[in-house]
């Protein structure tokens, strides 16, 4: 019986407590949805809080464009890299627009020049003898994006170089030159192309001025990727002449970079 009892007013007591907690509870949600009132309130304060300190900590210590100006070289892979002799260096200009102290659009154009020698016969031109040299000049035209690397955390070396992945859209314009071959016409052609690699940025003085490398891997559909043109001829014995031009293109850029 003392048992029961002594249950009883332990149940009540219980149940008292959660009455009291449950209305404590409700007596603050009443408060935060009053007029005027927001159960997200100080969240929202918070978050803005924040994002207006990130924003003028970049409005004073980032960078808003930049003009990269450099060279470097163009080299192919596949049976295009054993066809042509790079002929460096390759030339790079491009203009970089940060839209916080991550991310960067850019836009910008580069030029290389490579030499095919043809001392065979040739599929596409069985009666024109050796075709000699072919130079061929490459423009592309590209647009991207750029992602540093937040490097808060990693050793000065690190981050003093800034490191950033980047990832392209490219038109790859081509043309052939038969400089041994003065009737033949100039070949032209594009090939939409994408570039993805990665780079570091070196500063000079903070904010002003940076030297920048970078190494791309393009993967671009040449107008002339799968021609049959320059297969030698059963006819002749030279280790010259190739079946396609498929291969891909590795670059490597170093830039001045002058930054606003």
């Given at each position: ?107 910008g154009v580069e030029y290389s020049k490579h030499t095919m020698v043809l001392d065979t016969v040739v599929n596409g031109y069985p009666t024109a003898g050796r075709l000699g040299a072919v130079v061929t000049d490459m423009t ?44 033949f016409d100039v070949q032209k052609g594009g090939g939409i192309g994408t570039g993805i690699g990665f780079g570091f940025e070196f500063p000079v003085e903070l904010k002003a001025s940076y030297i920048d490398v970078e190494f ?45």
């Open positions: 019986m003392h048992k029961l009892l002594a249950l009883l007013i332990l149940i009540t007591l219980s149940l008292s407590a959660f009455a009291q907690s449950t209305d404590q509870v409700m007596q603050e949600m009443d408060d935060d949805t009053l007029s005027g009132g927001d159960i997200f309130s100080d969240f929202n304060e918070d978050l803005e809080s924040t994002q207006v300190l990130e924003d003028e900590r970049f409005y004073r210590y980032g960078r808003f464009f930049s003009v990269n100006l450099g060279g470097g070289i163009t080299t192919f892979t596949g049976n295009r890299g054993r066809a042509y002799d790079d002929n460096p260096p390759s030339f790079h200009l491009s203009v970089n627009y940060f839209l916080d102290f991550q991310k960067a659009i850019l836009l592309r035209l590209f647009t991207g994006f750029k992602y540093f690397i937040d490097t808060t955390d990693l050793g000065t070396a690190i981050t003093y170089s800034n490191p950033y992945f980047v990832g392209r859209l490219e038109y790859w314009y081509q043309s052939n030159k038969f400089i041994d071959k003065k009737n791309l891997y393009h993967v671009v559909n040449f107008f002339d990727k799968y021609t049959q043109d320059y297969r030698r001829t059963s006819d002749t014995a030279s280790t010259y002449g190739y079946n396609d031009l498929t291969g891909n293109v590795i670059t490597m850029m170093i830039t001045y970079n002058f930054t606003w």
